[in-house]
């Protein structure tokens, strides 16, 4: 339980100079367009979804501003229409979910001892096809022609007939490419999990966050076909006529209901599920123990992974089944709640058990649980028909998620950039800074949306450009938006924080708050190898016991150093036994020219220059077929027979 | 302790081993799908029967199938929970760990997933198959 | 038997680490089919959530039941097509190149044979209702076009794999991944026709 500095090199000086020709990389434009590192490429999820965050937070601002007072006139109906939409759509599927998969792709593979990705140019490929898909439904805002419908998009108001112009094209052939870099994501954290973690890391060793990050893959793998299928008739339907959601040729409005909370419903626990994740990495450090119950705890990621499939339809309580096959429904619902409950009992008891060490990251989490088991609360009333019927679209609806939402992810979020920034940037962050961003971001928080409820319940309907004095809401509205500006300037000193701590910052050492697990136990940032060793794991905290430092230091063996080549070390699935060094790819410009490709076509798609688009179709089949090539060697290295 | 045991016994322990760990999310999702879509399908077409089958014997068996595979899982489970329990863990060679830690796990989401059945079961008692 | 029963239930049984010792490759490939298989899961599930809507004739007046002489045909030609390929990577696992070479060509020539046929299928149909007639037009042309881009993925991939082997140097004994992981896309290929098939040409029959 050291909290010093590095473990002693157990690599010879030759070894790292070899690791260091084989996978360094030099600062240049032509090194940040090809890189294929995992860290840069997590750290720039980070940055961009961050990016994206700001935006759709000053979207947030503009419609607070604008609700202030009734009657304002400083948004149109339209422009509200996009900002709501906007903000939504990019809180949801380019905040939350790409944020995440930042922590994911940072840490993965420092977590479980690899040097790397499974698939490193395929990550690559997945942060270029996040920004560009980002970048291409936000360029639609300027135009006037950001999507418009909210961002469950429900038909029949999202098809052409009720909604002409490029609106829902642009929400449509956006979530489709995005689907790209997340579909990629998720495999490549799935197949990284399984196969390349560290020697002795058997199933019952993997760290929690591990375990929630491969989780959060496999629903997406299951879950995001339903919304891109959703949206792939959606574009039909509007730009060709189909009649997949038109009830007068034979279609069904509600069919865009189901598939979209067949994804909708696991998509929740796909937001909040690596945010849990976060928060059972970071109370080790800061209650001095492991997580209470870690069977427990994974047992309830798994069971909640499978249960999230299987109730989707109580989002669609009006729509008339038979009452029966609801209450098999509900009954998945009742029981999803015991998995989660387990978990947040798993963190009380760890806190009560533990040692607590209060700094920023720990106070976020405390902050977590507050503001999460508030939203939950709601959640449960919903459960009460009469209640929900009364309730549904108003403002109380909005403050439940944003309960859920903010204090189920955006919390862990802040309490993992304050946890890891020194293990990314190799700098601290200055204490007394981070915790006026809590106070401001907690106060702001539930200033700006606990008043919601009471709106909510007074009768405020949601995504309303304005309203009328008369329905005495405007007081409870002035504080929302006071508290909306708090929560601004609090999530501005996190930003002023990091940046302080980049350029002010003192040098972090490699184990700052004397972690359990691997990342800690490699330099502050790492090493582009991560690990001049990579480790024999021998414990669940392998940072917190002997004999797993010891074997990257002193216990090193040569077939864990791999100092010849660009190579790491692949595992069996179960049981993390050894099988054999595998090599990994250079770095590559072919993901950036794939992702391009691919923005030429959904652009040219959306913009109808057909011939563009089967061009671009035919550039990512050639890119990729070049990506795959198999390199030519001599036919008694292939094993040729004759 | 078995002396090795040949291939065979391997794959057939290893499958045992899954259904220990999965057998009750498989059932459930099997008795979920087939229970909504019979229950649905039939109550659309507007008869009380599946072929000659009466409507509440098909969605029994929707109920009862799934639930004594769950309990066979949860079985299993246990005694793959008993058979890694007093195993001398002789340095870093023996899985034993990483099966003890699913065996838990198996044991405690077969139960959630019996729970889950077993209650869609109560339903089937109470309701009409077809009121709305 | 009950001996044997005895070592499956053994400790050492038991705890046998399955599955074990696949590539990453492998893996990618595997999962990326499992998503694939849901997206065609989806689809075929709004075919049948719009049909039992819909009510009691389908396909809906004006368009008549499909045919089933030339999809029995298409399907004689395309889950065939699955065994030269299984055959033609145990070749390779042994080294030998030209039952590679034969076999992906094979499946070729059958692929391309379905492709044919479902064009002939499409001219046919097109003459009798599009996809913007109903949704019942939608559903056909969009299943059976997005299989059949499939088998086109798939054609591709082999060919890719056709090249890579005629210029040598590429698979043998020790390198066959990549061969590996085409034949599993080309299999769920394969497979998910055979849903299709069920879905669009048998069911409504039912």
Not at chain 1, 621 to 628: D, G, H, P
Not at chain 2, 28 to 36: E, M, N, S
Not at chain 3, 27 to 54: H, K, N, P
């Amino acid at each position: 339980m050291s909290t010093t500095a590095a473990p002693a090199p157990g690599a010879s000086r030759g070894d790292l100079a070899r690791l260091e020709r084989h996978w360094g990389e030099t600062p240049s434009v032509r090194s940040w367009l090809t890189t294929v590192d995992h860290k840069r490429i997590g750290r720039r999820y980070l940055v961009t979804a961050g990016l994206f965050f700001a935006l759709a937070g000053l979207s947030a601002l503009a419609m607070r501003t604008q609700l202030a007072r009734p009657e304002a006139g400083m948004l149109s109906p339209e422009e509200y229409n996009q900002l709501f939409t906007m903000h939504g759509t990019t809180m949801i599927f380019l905040f939350a979910t790409p944020m995440l998969f930042g922590f994911g792709n940072v840490l993965v593979p420092l977590m479980i001892g690899s040097r790397d990705m499974a698939f490193p140019k395929l990550n690559a490929l997945g942060y270029w096809v996040f920004l560009f898909s980002g970048l291409f439904m936000w360029a639609s805002l300027p135009f006037g022609a950001a999507p418009n419908n909210g961002w469950f998009a429900y038909v029949p108001l999202s098809d052409e007939q009720h909604n002409p112009g490029l609106h829902m094209d642009v929400y449509s052939l956006g979530l489709l490419f995005l689907g790209v870099a997340t579909t990629a994501g998720s495999i490549n954290f799935i197949v990284t999990a399984l196969k390349l973690r560290a020697p002795g890391m058997s199933l019952n060793r993997v760290p929690l966050f591990v375990w929630a990050i491969v989780a959060t893959g496999f629903m997406v793998i299951f879950a995001l076909p339903a919304l891109n299928v959703d949206n792939a008739m959606l574009f039909l339907d509007r730009r060709f006529g189909t009649h997949f959601f038109d009830p007068e040729a034979g279609g069904n409005v509600l069919l865009w209901q189901h598939l979209f909370w067949i994804f909708g419903h696991p998509d929740v626990y796909i937001i909040v599920m690596p945010a849990l994740g976060i928060v059972s990495a970071v109370l080790p450090a800061f209650t001095r123990r492991g997580v209470v119950g870690y069977p427990l705890v994974v047992l309830a990621i798994v069971s909640i992974s499978i249960i999230s499939f299987g109730v989707w339809v109580h989002h669609m309580f009006a729509t008339g089944l038979p009452q029966l096959s609801y209450s098999f429904f509900s009954a998945a619902s009742t029981i999803i709640t015991i998995p989660s409950g387990i978990q947040i009992f798993a963190w009380l008891a760890t806190m009560m058990l533990g040692r607590l060490v209060l700094r920023v990251p720990l106070l976020f989490v405390i902050g977590f649980i507050v503001t999460f088991v508030l939203g939950g609360l709601t959640g449960a009333m919903f459960a009460l028909t009469a209640f929900d019927q009364q309730v549904t679209d108003s403002y109380f609806v909005v403050a439940h998620f944003h309960y859920v939402l903010i204090g189920g992810a955006v919390f862990p979020m802040l309490a993992g950039i304050y946890f890891w920034l020194p293990k990314i940037t190799g700098r601290m962050y200055h204490e007394g800074l981070g915790r006026w961003a809590f106070w401001l971001v907690f106060v702001g928080m539930h200033v700006t949306f606990f008043p919601m409820h009471l709106y909510g319940l007074f009768g405020m309907p949601r995504r309303v450009y304005t309203y009328r004095s008369e329905a005495g809401w405007d007081g409870w509205n002035l504080v929302s938006t006071v508290g909306s500006y708090v929560l601004a300037l609090g999530l501005l000193l996190v930003l002023v924080g990091v940046v302080h701590a980049i350029r002010r910052g003192r040098p972090a050492p490699p184990d700052p708050w004397g972690g359990d697990t691997l990342d800690w136990s490699t330099d502050s940032p790492p090493k582009p190898y991560n690990f001049p060793v990579l480790p024999r794991v021998r414990s669940l905290h392998p940072n917190w016991d002997g004999p797993s430092r010891e074997s990257m230091a002193t216990g090193a063996e040569p077939d864990r150093v791999l100092a010849d080549g660009r190579r790491t070390l692949r595992t069996s699935e179960l049981d993390g036994r050894r099988e054999r060094a595998v090599e990994m790819p250079e770095p590559s410009f072919q993901p950036l020219v794939l992702a391009l490709a691919m923005l030429t076509f959904f652009t040219a798609l959306l913009l109808a220059w057909y011939p563009v688009a089967a061009g671009a179709a035919a550039t990512v089949a050639v890119t990729l077929a070049v990506w795959l090539w198999p390199p030519r060697r001599p036919d008694t290295e292939v094993g040729v027979s004759a | 302790m078995s002396t090795h045991p040949d291939p065979r016994a391997r794959l057939a322990g290893g499958l045992l081993f899954w259904y220990a760990v999965l057998g009750g999310a498989i059932a459930w999702a099997l008795h979920l799908l087939t229970g909504w879509g019979i229950d649905e399908l039939a109550c659309a077409a507007g008869s009380e029967a599946v072929g000659p089958v009466p409507l509440r014997t098909a969605l029994s068996a929707t109920v009862v199938l799934p639930a004594l595979a769950t309990v066979g899982a949860l079985l299993a489970a246990t005694l793959l929970w008993r058979r890694t329990t007093h195993v001398v863990t002789d340095g870093e060679d023996r899985p034993v760990g990483r099966s003890r830690l699913l065996a838990l796990v198996g044991i405690w989401s077969n139960l959630l997933f019996l729970t889950i059945i077993v209650l869609g079961g109560i339903a089937l008692l109470v309701l009409p198959p077809c009121q709305r | 038997m009950s001996g044997s029963m005895t070592a499956a239930t053994g400790t050492e049984a038991l705890t046998t680490e399955m599955p074990v010792g696949r590539s990453t490759g492998w893996w990618g490939m595997v999962m990326f089919v499992a998503t694939e298989a849901t997206l065609f899961a989806c689809l075929l599930g709004s075919y049948f959530y719009l049909r039992f809507q819909y009510g009691p004739t389908w396909p809906p007046p004006g368009i008549t039941e499909p045919t089933l002489l030339r999809p029995l045909v298409m399907t004689a030609v395309l889950l065939p097509s699955s065994l030269p390929v299984i055959w033609a990577e145990h070749g390779i696992r042994r080294g030998e190149r030209w039952r590679l070479r034969a076999g992906l060509a094979t499946t070729l020539v059958l692929g391309a044979t379905f492709l044919a046929l479902q064009a002939s299928e499409y001219t046919e149909k097109l003459r009798e209702f599009t996809m913007t007639t109903n949704a019942y037009g939608s559903l056909f042309y969009v299943i059976t076009g997005f299989h059949g881009l499939h088998v086109l993925i798939g054609l591709t991939m082999i060919s890719w794999l056709l090249a890579a082997s005629l210029r040598g140097g590429s698979f043998g004994s020790h390198r066959h991944d990549r061969v590996r992981n085409v034949a599993i896309y080309w299999h769920f290929v394969d497979v998910v026709w055979a849903a299709i098939l069920f879905t669009i040409y048998l069911s409504p029959r039912l």
